[in-house]
């Protein structure tokens, strides 16, 4: 019986957080720990949390209130814990830590601090836009001399990675199955006037394209086959190493590591989506042609008044750019209604944009102030009950036109990476996703026909539809 101590994380929110739960992961085990299934028989549960918005802050202090009646101790880590550090420590007593990111290189020293009954003083909330994030660069500092215990060892570093004395991939997976998220980047330069994320998760830092192509080997012999490229704003990548084409010269390589079939990117900002870029990911073999498009409203002036670039015919000249080159490239966006100062015009005008851009996926949200931010600031604010109708209107719509563009590929052959059995489907059917969907986020494809295992990508062809998921038989 192991006489180790466990730990249960728990990860909240976005693609972003489930890399740095599975590098925490690496520390923890690295530093003495066993990683337990739930919170039952753990002695400590760390809470990934998240600190986007309001939803997503309420569901970060339930999921702490109920690691807490476990019985085990409780760690609020992540986004939530280093926005508000000491504020979250004095508010959220059933909390026995508060850690920021700058604990994370001594996660285990923390953790020892917390079974003791060692309390420690959460930090000061500041503006981390002048400071490093999460850093890759710490990273690069450490990995040298930290392994990843039962996957990083000398005897299982991924061909290719140098020996003991190079670099090491501090990470271990938390979760099976053939689609992992890979970090370019950490932190955000833009100032969007909505969000927060630059002043808790730090100035922009690219990861260089070496250590990128490190970690997909790695995850590669750990059985994936899709990766998903995150950051806060991937077309930003490169420009802190002085490269701005450096993604478009990564996809190819990434494409290219043994065991990878399918690249993808996600979270692309629309005023530097680069013409090198759209042919990068539109024609380079193993690269989805995706494009997850932060457009935010389609108004010139709402979206000058949230910072952003852009407008409904900037926008729609920029998809016909993709489908141009990739006229079955998926296509994916969230909007905010009821910013301050939108009026009726710059609504309906939103509504056109959705009408005519043919997205396969949209998320709507209602504006709501967001501490720190400028936009708490501005005048004009709407009665969030006129919030409400709009994002009830404009929802409507857009689950329309996604189903109505999901018809249109009735017909149409897919390739399809099998991730789940379909239960439903009975024997042979399996649930996965196409090129033009990415995971959590999107629809799916169940996928029927003989001979089929998890992890294979397979042609399929499209014979029905029902919202936004697609049903496809192979033949």
């Not at 957080?17 to 028989?41: H, K």
């Not at 604990?103 to 003083?121: F, K, N, Q, S, W």
């Not at 539109?282 to 498009?293: L, N, R, S």
């Amino acid at each position: 019986m192991s006489t180790r101590r466990k730990v249960s994380l728990i990860t909240l929110g976005c693609a972003r957080n489930e890399v740095d739960s599975e590098e925490l992961a690496a520390r923890i085990e690295d530093a003495g720990w066993d990683l337990a299934d739930g919170a039952d028989g753990a002695d400590v549960v760390v809470v990934n949390t998240c600190g986007f918005i309001e939803a997503a802050k309420k569901d970060s202090i339930d999921t702490l209130l109920a690691a807490h009646d476990s019985g085990a101790k409780v760690v609020a880590a992540g986004c939530m814990a280093e926005r508000y550090g000491s504020e979250l420590a004095e508010a959220l007593p059933e909390a026995d830590a508060v850690i920021g990111f700058d604990d994370y290189t001594a996660i285990g020293e923390r953790l020892d601090d917390v079974v003791a009954g060692r309390r420690r003083d959460a930090h000061t909330p500041r503006d981390r836009r002048t400071l490093l994030p999460i850093s890759p660069v710490e990273r690069r500092a450490h990995a040298s001399q930290v392994a990843v215990p039962g996957h990083g060892g000398q005897d299982d570093l991924p061909a290719g990675v140098a020996p003991a004395s190079g670099p090491r991939v501090l990470r271990r997976r938390l979760g099976g199955g053939p689609v992992a998220p890979l970090k370019l980047a950490s932190g955000c330069d833009r100032r969007c006037t909505f969000c927060a994320i630059p002043a808790f998760r730090g100035a922009y830092v690219s990861r260089p394209p070496a250590e990128v192509l490190e970690e997909a080997r790695w995850l590669a012999d750990h059985g994936v086959r899709e990766l998903v490229l995150v950051s806060e704003n991937s077309t930003s990548y490169g420009k802190d190493l002085g490269d701005l084409r450096a993604l478009e010269k990564l996809l190819p390589a990434l494409a290219a590591v043994d065991g990878i079939e399918r690249v993808r990117v996600s979270y692309l900002q629309p005023a530097e989506t680069r013409p090198g870029l759209i042919e990068a990911i539109c024609g380079t073999p193993g690269v989805a042609p995706y494009f997850d498009m932060s457009f935010q409203h389609a108004s010139g002036p709402v979206l000058r008044s949230m910072r952003r670039f852009g407008d409904r015919e900037r926008f729609l000249g920029l998809l016909d750019q993709i489908r141009a080159l990739a006229p079955e490239a998926g296509v994916r966006s969230n909007f905010i209604v009821g910013f301050p100062g939108e009026g009726e015009d710059d609504f309906e005008e939103l509504a056109e944009f959705l009408s005519a851009a043919r997205l396969d996926a949209v998320g709507v949200f209602g504006y709501s102030d967001e501490d720190g931010t400028e936009a708490a600031n501005l005048d004009g604010k709407l009665d969030p009950a006129d919030v409400a109708a709009r994002v009830e209107e404009l929802s409507g719509l857009a689950e329309e036109l996604t189903a109505q563009r999901a018809e249109d590929r009735v017909g149409s052959v897919v390739r399809v990476l099998l991730e789940d059995k379909a239960d439903q489907a009975g024997d042979g059917g399996f649930e996965g996703r196409a090129e033009h969907q990415a995971p959590e986020v999107d629809g799916t494809v169940l996928v029927r026909g003989e001979g089929l295992a998890l992890g294979d990508i397979v042609e399929a062809r499209v014979v029905g539809s029902d919202g936004v998921d697609l049903v496809a038989d192979v033949s």
